[in-house]
């Protein structure tokens, strides 16, 4: 099965400090990745679609300039937390399609929780 | 306005028992729907998907059902496992759009 990578799976970071969240297809290549923040016992929230080689695609009420994302190959997408205050702690996840597909199963990520202090 | 509701938060059974998880929703014309498993702290993992034009699909002890005219899909655990304990999401897919996901049911299965 294809395989995605996230990285770091935990970070604790100072309030105002910039975190980095790397996404990684490992053996095959994605055109779109999706984000999605998860709280406890809550359901998946998608923040935004990522885009290789364009902008990003955000949710209503998601801040772009606040989360950041780049897609700058069709195997590495990064979401970076500018100015992380505590409520932006949380578990974020990353998913990917095949390329080429537009339906069909997501390929997730183990997650990065977000712990800001 | 859209929902997706998975009937219960929480679902107890005993082992060897069949365990069912439902999933309604509300002002979707999903062209497929998705079901995932995720464990505490990880990221989900694909289990089946079912087609509009499917009934049942099936893969090993699971089992997935679409009606499309009661908007709903039912998830079926035969001979369940404690190791089938987990959090059950179903994801619908509108074809060229984002999954959009239930709550998901958080499945303990007692031996």
């Known amino acids: 099965g294809a395989v995605v990578s996230q990285h770091p799976s935990r970070v604790i970071c100072k309030s105002g400090t910039s975190v980095k969240i790397e996404c990684r297809s490992l053996?095959?290549?994605?055109?779109?990745m999706f984000w999605y923040r998860q709280f406890p016992k809550k359901s998946l929230m998608l923040m935004a679609t990522?885009?290789?080689?364009?902008?990003?695609?955000?949710e209503q009420g998601v801040e772009k300039d606040k989360f950041l994302i780049n897609h700058a190959s069709l195997t590495l997408s990064t979401l970076t937390v500018t100015s992380a205050h505590p409520e932006d702690s949380s578990f974020y996840i990353c998913?990917?399609?095949?390329?080429?597909?537009?339906?069909?199963?997501?390929?997730f990520g183990e997650g990065s929780r977000l712990t800001v202090l | 306005s859209q929902k997706i509701e998975q009937n219960s938060e929480a679902l107890n059974i005993q082992e060897g028992k069949t365990a069912t998880l439902t999933c309604n929703y509300t002002?979707?014309?999903?062209?497929?729907l998705q079901w995932y498993r995720q464990d505490p702290g990880r990221g989900p993992v694909f289990l089946l998907l079912?087609?509009?034009?499917?009934k049942e699909k099936r893969k090993e002890r699971l089992k997935v059902t679409f009606d499309t005219t009661l908007k709903q899909s039912l998830f079926h655990i035969t001979a369940s496992q404690p190791a089938d304990s987990a959090t059950y999401l179903c994801?619908?897919?509108?074809?060229?759009?984002?999954?959009?996901f239930g709550k998901g049911t958080r499945l303990s299965v007692i031996a």
């Open positions: 998913s990917a399609r095949r390329q080429g597909e537009d339906t069909g199963e997501l390929f």
């Open positions: 053996d095959f290549q994605a055109t779109t």
């Open positions: 990522s885009n290789e080689g364009s902008k990003a695609t955000y």
């Open positions: 002002n979707y014309s999903p062209a497929y």
């Open positions: 079912i087609r509009e034009n499917e």
């Open positions: 994801a619908l897919d509108e074809g060229n759009t984002p999954l959009v």
